[in-house]
């Protein structure tokens, strides 16, 4: 039978108090870390939507299979055990541990980019961003123009625009090292990417002769919504349709802390052997031996369980359901949010939200400060803090959108603490004219975002 409660397919097993600072406590945080929500203490935050990376909670099977970790340092019996498990995912028979997904990419970029290369992607995330440019090389978003428009309810706004592929592949392919495609696409929204775009991914990769890699960062999330809007998928297994997915790759890096379902790890995989062992040697040097690539060996075994569990189709359904409930709660009282809601995350569009604040003025990052002022709720801006380009005058290149992402931790809160999240977030959308913009006042060179202070604009 079909009933429309989408309940959570676990039972609690333990739980952890939640601090419920008041309004002068947060008022006091506020002003402590000059309005970068990074800076907060996790103790001053009432419920916490900053990342779903690393944040979630482990199974009793994850647990258990921690404390069969060896923690030997060369040849642990827990590697072992994590490579067959990533290898029977991806079909991938070179596996590299390393302690998280951008420890992945830095090694992969280090070993294939020079100054002057340009690496596609449907849309770069921060770390990945970073990571292509700090080797000199840059990083180019060729999302289908549907990904930028917020409204737009195309199915897989993942999807990589294959035409500019094909440009810029054939205007000067000696310049372009690897083609990278990230699912879901985290920057656009959680935007899935279907397996048909891959497809044709490949087939202009293959005509240039120029590799293809995942940033498999939420590789199930993206298969369960190929399952659920693409043809002919319907009756198919997510493990089956993520099976596919990588046989369509060359290599992929992964942050376990994301659908690996564990607080920490990832790993770098791929199919070419002489490649492999150029990032091996570079892994030791910088993470670790490639048994454990800076990871403990509980780590690799909590990976290798949680990589068994994220493809349950039950926990899955459950996933994608919990955060579709997020914004239709907040849709309905008039919020605008990127749609159709992505997996991981709500996505507000917050240009049409906060008109009277220019992007000069960083209105993402306004609401995210409001959310937390009035509510606790702390969540993260990806928009203009996080992905303006500065230009050689000095000024800034505004980000193509301006949101606000609100990450649900997996296994993590119940429906009782999003439906306070629902109401926190129509509370500060009932007085968007009292918030005012921010100037940064101190910022880093790289990943700015992470520790930039800010200070409010007055009105």
């Not at 404390?67 to 991806?90: C, I, K, Q």
């Given at each position: ?92 028979p070179h596996v590299i541990p390393t302690h998280q997904g951008r420890a992945a990419e830095r090694i ?113 999330e993206n298969a369960w919504f190929i399952k659920t809007r693409e043809d002919g998928y319907l009756d ?144 993260v801006e990806i928009g203009s803090v996080m992905f303006a380009k500065p230009q050689p005058d000095g ?65």
């Amino acid at each position: 039978m079909h009933f429309q409660t989408t309940i959570e397919p676990f039972r609690i097993h333990s739980v952890e108090a939640i601090a419920l600072p008041d309004e002068n406590q947060r008022e006091t945080a506020l002003e402590r870390v000059h309005y970068n929500l990074f800076g907060l203490h996790a103790d001053e935050v009432i419920i916490d939507l900053l990342t779903d990376s690393g944040t979630g909670a482990m199974s009793s099977r994850q647990w258990a299979g921690m404390m069969l970790g060896d923690e030997s340092y060369a040849g642990s019996r827990s590697y072992y055990r994590f490579r067959d498990v990533v290898h029977d995912l991806t079909g991938m028979p070179h596996v590299i541990p390393t302690h998280q997904g951008r420890a992945a990419e830095r090694i992969l970029f280090t070993e294939t980019l020079t100054s002057g290369d340009v690496v596609p992607n449907n849309t770069h995330f921060d770390t990945t961003r970073a990571n292509v440019e700090y080797q000199g090389a840059g990083a180019l978003d060729i999302v289908i123009p549907e990904g930028l428009e917020p409204d737009s309810r195309h199915p897989f706004k993942g999807n990589v625009d294959v035409q500019q592929l094909e440009k810029i592949l054939a205007d000067d392919v000696h310049r372009v090292p690897l083609v990278m495609v990230t699912v879901t696409n985290n920057s656009g929204g959680g935007q899935p990417v279907s397996m048909a775009n891959l497809r044709e991914v490949r087939e202009v990769c293959d005509r240039y002769g120029v590799p293809l890699f995942l940033d498999a960062c939420r590789f199930a999330e993206n298969a369960w919504f190929i399952k659920t809007r693409e043809d002919g998928y319907l009756d198919r297994r997510p493990k089956e349709i993520a099976q596919e997915m990588f046989a369509l790759a060359d290599g992929c890096t992964f942050p376990a802390k994301k659908d690996g379902l564990a607080n920490i790890g990832g790993f770098l995989a791929m199919r070419d052997a002489r490649l492999a062992e150029r990032c091996r040697n570079l892994l030791i040097l910088t993470e670790g031996f490639p048994t454990y690539g800076g990871l403990a060996g509980y780590d690799l075994e909590a990976i290798a369980v949680g990589l068994e569990e994220v493809v349950d189709e039950h926990y899955l359904r459950y996933r994608i359901r919990s955060t579709a409930y997020l914004a239709e709660k907040i849709n309905a009282a008039g919020v605008p949010t990127v749609q159709p809601p992505g997996g991981h995350a709500v996505y507000i569009e917050v240009r049409s939200l906060l008109p009277h604040i220019p992007q000069t003025q960083y209105p993402a990052q306004a609401f995210v400060v409001e959310l937390y002022r009035i509510g606790g709720v702390r969540g993260v801006e990806i928009g203009s803090v996080m992905f303006a380009k500065p230009q050689p005058d000095g000024t800034e290149t505004a980000a193509p959108m301006e949101l606000v992402r609100l990450a649900i931790p997996r296994r993590t809160y119940t429906q009782s603490h999003i439906d306070y999240v629902a109401e926190v977030v129509i509370e500060a959308a009932s007085h968007t004219d009292e918030i005012p913009g921010y100037r940064i006042v101190r910022q880093p060179p790289w990943l700015r975002h992470f520790t930039a202070e800010f200070a409010p604009i007055p009105r």
